[in-house]
T-cell receptor, first 113, second 111 residues
Framework: EPEVTQTPSHQVTQMGQEVILRCVPI?????FYWYRQILGQKVEFLVS????????KSEIFDDQFSVERPDGSNFTLKIRSTKLEDSAMYFC???????????FGNGTRLTVT | SQKIEQNSEALNIQEGKTATLTCNYT??????LQWYRQDPGRGPVFLLL?????KEKRKERLKVTFDTTLKQSLFHITASQPADSATYLC??????????FGRGTSLIVHP
């Protein structure tokens, strides 16, 4: 069964550094998402992407965050200047359509020191 | 404000029994409600979707009910097994198509 893949599985970075988290969504899916989960807390929506542009974003997704689909297969989340509170598990997801279930990757654990 | 409430206490049951998990919501008029399973360190995995005009949905040992008057969904696992131990998340789509997740309830099935 096709799956969403995320790399790296674990990223450690120093405060203030830029990180790029990478995702390869399922190939025939049209909608792409980033969610995050701080340890022990709920899965929170960050941003959705459709037709090569952001379709929705949450309050968490401020100017430090950006997303890109550079080549038709990868979907990336960039955090420009990481903060300690950015430490979390970041999940990429994709869906065929707006009303379709989400397929999640297994996440990138980001640790900011 | 909008809320999705799931019991934060873990549900402990014996193998073979039926597990029932609850999802309550306020200030949503969801067109859909979804249930996902999340194992430690892994991404959520979709289980079932139920629409606002459906009262009940079944898939193998899983059953979901949706009561829009009570603003509640119940998720049942019959003949539970230790392998069913995980956190179960409900997710709502309201006016936006973006699913919003509850905190989840941890289910522990004892052999």
């Amino acid at each position: 069964e096709p799956e969403v893949t995320q790399t790296p599985s674990h990223q450690v970075t120093q405060m203030g550094q830029e990180v790029i988290l990478r995702c390869v969504p399922i190939s025939n899916h049209l909608y792409f998402y980033w969610y995050r989960q701080i340890l022990g807390q709920k899965v929170e929506f960050l941003v959705s992407f459709y037709n090569n542009e952001i379709s929705e974003k949450s309050e968490i997704f401020d100017d430090q965050f950006s997303v890109e689909r550079p080549d038709g297969s990868n979907f990336t989340l960039k955090i420009r200047s990481t903060k300690l509170e950015d430490s979390a598990m970041y999940f990429c997801a994709s869906s065929v359509g707006q009303e379709s279930p989400l397929h999640f990757g297994n996440g990138t654990r980001l640790t900011v020191t | 404000s909008q809320k999705i409430e799931q019991n934060s206490e873990a549900l402990n049951i014996q193998e073979g029994k039926t597990a029932t998990l609850t999802c309550n919501y306020t200030n949503y008029s969801p067109a859909y409600l979804q249930w996902y399973r999340q194992d430690p360190g892994r991404g959520p995995v979709f289980l079932l979707l139920i629409r606002e005009n459906e009262k009940e949905k079944r898939k193998e040992r899983l059953k979901v009910t949706f009561d829009t008057t009570l603003k509640q969904s119940l998720f049942h696992i019959t003949a539970s097994q230790p392998a069913d131990s995980a956190t179960y998340l409900c997710a709502l789509r309201g006016g936006s198509y973006i699913p919003t997740f509850g905190r989840g309830t941890s289910l522990i099935v004892h052999p």
